[in-house]
């Protein structure tokens, strides 16, 4: 099973930017799907699961944003590297949480938000915190 490690959080103010990135070791991420979530205190209070935002298809390119972080996040990958990165501009208080990267080998995982079940293998995330 792929092992996953995140790196690039950190504390910013509003309208800032911030890259993440996953660096994969194990296996190669060719028949994987890649995505991002991310989860706050209070969505973990209130049982809530973590949140899809963004999910790459390693194979096709083929992506997915949710609405809220369209125009704002971009997603990409460094085959040689074996690295997903996230970019996040225009970053806002409301993004501030746990960022997880995972990976599932699930068909069309990256077609529509899908819930955090699929993904069998999680990273142990890195905190962004955007300050108004």
């Known amino acids: 099973q792929v092992q996953l490690l995140e790196s690039g959080g950190g504390l910013v103010q509003a309208g800032e930017s911030l890259k993440l990135s996953c660096t994969a070791s194990?296996?190669?991420?060719?028949?994987?799907?890649v995505a991002w979530y991310r989860q706050n205190p209070e969505q973990e209070r209130e049982g809530k699961e973590r949140e899809g935002i963004s999910c790459l298809t390693w194979g096709s390119g083929n992506t997915y944003y949710r609405d809220s972080v369209k125009g704002r996040f971009t997603i990409s990958r460094d085959n040689a590297k074996n690295t997903l990165n996230l970019q996040m501009n225009s970053l806002k208080p409301e993004d501030t949480a746990l960022y997880y990267c995972a990976a599932t080998t699930y068909p069309g995982a990256c077609s529509v938000s899908r819930p955090p079940r699929l993904y069998g293998s999680w990273g142990q995330g890195t905190q962004v915190t955007v300050s108004s």
């Open positions: 194990g296996e190669s991420l060719d028949d994987y799907a």
